[in-house]
């Protein structure tokens, strides 16, 4: 799928998505994610869980896997709301 493409089919500009494929330290909102999923007609835990190196899945642990389907499953904003909150207890428990 061409960036055009996926840019048509998420509602994402192409602009948007060019720099995503070039930079790697996007933060991206799980809104957005949904709708990358959406477009390529996947699930979330299936488009976060592929390897940058490869572009081959990796298993992901079955929590981390939950966690993402019970994500995608919620209204953008509550998503949002809770993906903020365990990154905010990631950064804390990796600080101490």
Do not use: C, H
Not at 6 to 13: D, F, V
Not at 19 to 35: A, C, F, G, P
């Amino acid at each position: 799928m061409t960036q055009e493409q996926l840019a048509e089919k998420s509602g994402l500009s192409v602009n948007f998505i060019s720099r995503l494929e070039r930079t790697s330290d996007q933060n991206v909102s799980i809104k957005t994610l949904i709708k990358i999923a959406e477009a390529f007609e996947i699930s979330l835990a299936t488009l976060v869980s592929v390897s940058e190196s490869t572009s081959e899945p990796t298993y992901l642990n079955p929590n981390v896997s939950e966690l993402a389907n019970r994500l995608e499953k919620l209204d953008n904003t509550k998503a949002n709301e809770y993906s903020q909150t365990f990154l905010r207890i990631l950064e804390i428990s990796t600080e101490e």
